[in-house]
């Protein structure tokens, strides 16, 4: 089931320096599971928690908490949606963290 995406935050939710913002947000990339979810995102443009278990070799719990990770960072977002949770990419964070990467 492909449910709707969530709305995108107008402005990154940290006021922190390039360095920081950095090393946040490639910390939150710091697990395969992590990495295999942003792609999973990206690809899907929304998902579901259940359908993200259903790919991952991982358990509810296990993904949860990954999912909680990217969320903190500002990775992704979450809508709830009734018993549900629709993720998505927040597309503002992933530009960002292409920038300071290239600035490198």
């Known amino acids: 089931m492909k449910a ?3 709305p995108t935050e107008e402005v990154i ?3 922190r320096s390039n360095d920081e913002q950095l090393a946040l947000l490639a910390s939150a990339l710091g697990h395969p599971a992590r990495v295999a979810i942003v792609r999973l995102l990206k690809k899907r443009e929304s998902c579901i928690c259940g359908e993200i278990v259903d790919v991952l070799p991982l358990a509810q719990s296990t993904v949860s908490q990954h999912l909680k990770v990217l969320k903190e960072a500002g ?3 979450g809508e709830v ?4 949770t629709c993720y998505c990419l927040n597309p503002q ?3 960002r963290f292409q920038l300071l990467l290239n600035g490198l």
């Open 13 to 15: 939710p940290w006021a």
């Open 93 to 95: 964070v992933l530009e």
């Open 4 to 6: 709707r995406c969530c």
């Open 81 to 84: 949606d009734g018993p549900r």
């Open 75 to 77: 990775w992704i977002q």
